[in-house]
């Protein structure tokens, strides 16, 4: 593992060892490029997406399904 320290996303706690690394997600930026979510290989199946983005996603969803008047 070359570069930037990695930090899990679950505990906050530095991720030393290369081995036990997982690429969780990758976060969507607003005016560029987003970044990876990494967690510890014990803690990829406890992430869970940010509600707030859930919650714009799905209104966005919603309102293509079913659009208003025109």
């Not at 996303?9 to 930026?29: F, K, S, W, Y």
């Not at 990829?44 to 919603?62: C, E, F, G, N, Y």
């Amino acid at each position: 593992m070359t570069g930037a320290a990695r930090v899990c996303r679950h505990c906050d706690q530095p991720i030393t060892n290369p081995e036990d690394v997982v690429l969780d997600a990758q976060d969507v930026g607003n005016s560029g490029p987003g970044w990876n979510v990494w967690a510890h290989r014990a803690h990829a199946d406890r992430i869970k997406p940010h509600p707030v983005a859930v919650r714009a996603t799905a209104r966005i969803l919603l309102a293509r399904a079913f659009p208003r008047g025109g």
